[in-house]
C-alpha cells in the first residue's frame, strides 16, 4: 500500500470523498481538510506530499507552493479553454460544444500552471450554468480518481505539454459586465444573457439608470 500525507484544501464533504477515492486506489492518505488560508498555512508548516485544491477561491501563499517535496495540485472545474472566475457562465454564453474539468500544478497565477490531466465531454443542449457547473465537477472527481489510480505506478504526474490554457482568463469584472444590461439591447441578446448569467438564488442580470442600479427579476 503507497502512504501519502496530503493537506485537502476543499469543503469537509469533498475531502472526504478524496480520502475515499484514495482509499479505493490502495493508497493510505493521511490527510488534513482544509477551508481555508489560516488553517491551509498551519497545517502545511508541517512536512507533506500532497496538496490537492478543488472547489474553492483560497488562493495558496507561494511559501507553500514553494516547499520542496510537496507535490501542489489544483482542479479547476472547467476544460483548459476557460480559465478564470465563473468559466460555466461564458460557456454557456459561448455556446460551447465540449466542457469539462482540468487538473494542473499551482503557481502563484491562478490557472496559469502545467496541465498533468482533462477530462472532457459533449455539452447538452440548452445546459444551464449550473447544470454544466454540476457536470464539470463530476469531470474534477473523475480526474482525482484517475490521480490515485495512477499514482503508485506512475508517481507525480508528468505534463501534457500539449495542451495549454486558454488565452482569455475570465475575472471577476468580466462576468459582471457580461451580466450588465443596456436600455437598448435587442431581444435575443437579452434571452442569451440571461440564460447565461442564471443561477438559483442568485438575480445577476441588472441595469444602471441615473446612477441607480436594477436587478432583474425573473418574470411570473
Not at 15 to 26: E, S, V
Not at 42 to 67: D, E, M, Y
Not at 181 to 187: F, G, L, V
Request: with cysteine; net charge negative.
Amino acid at each position: 500500500m503507497k502512504r501519502l500525507s496530503g493537506v485537502l484544501l476543499m469543503s469537509e464533504a469533498a475531502g472526504h470523498k478524496t480520502l475515499g477515492l484514495a482509499a479505493q486506489a490502495d493508497i493510505d492518505l493521511d490527510a488534513i481538510i482544509v477551508s481555508d488560508s489560516d488553517a491551509l498555512e498551519r497545517s502545511c508548516a508541517n512536512p507533506h506530499n500532497l496538496l490537492l485544491s478543488f472547489g474553492t477561491g483560497v488562493i495558496v501563499a507561494p511559501w507553500i507552493l514553494q516547499k520542496p517535496g510537496l507535490l501542489c495540485l489544483n482542479v479547476h472545474a472547467a476544460s483548459p479553454q476557460y480559465p478564470g472566475r465563473d468559466p460555466h457562465h461564458f460557456a454557456v454564453y459561448d455556446e460551447a460544444k465540449q466542457y469539462g474539468a482540468t487538473m494542473h500544478y499551482m503557481t502563484e497565477r491562478v490557472d496559469a500552471g502545467a496541465i498533468v490531466d482533462v477530462e472532457l465531454f459533449e455539452v447538452p443542449a440548452l445546459v444551464t450554468p449550473k447544470s454544466l457547473l454540476d457536470l464539470a465537477n463530476e469531470a474534477g472527481w473523475r480526474l482525482i480518481e484517475r490521480l490515485f489510480q495512477r499514482y503508485p505506478e506512475n508517481g507525480v504526474p508528468k505534463t501534457l505539454d500539449s495542451i495549454t490554457w486558454g488565452e482569455r482568463k475570465s475575472t471577476r469584472k468580466m462576468f459582471s459586465e457580461l451580466c450588465r444590461i443596456e436600455p437598448t439591447i435587442t431581444k435575443e441578446e437579452f434571452g442569451h444573457r440571461y440564460r447565461a448569467t442564471a443561477m438559483p438564488g442568485y438575480r445577476n442580470l441588472y441595469v444602471d439608470i441615473h446612477g441607480m442600479r436594477f436587478r432583474i427579476e425573473e418574470a411570473m
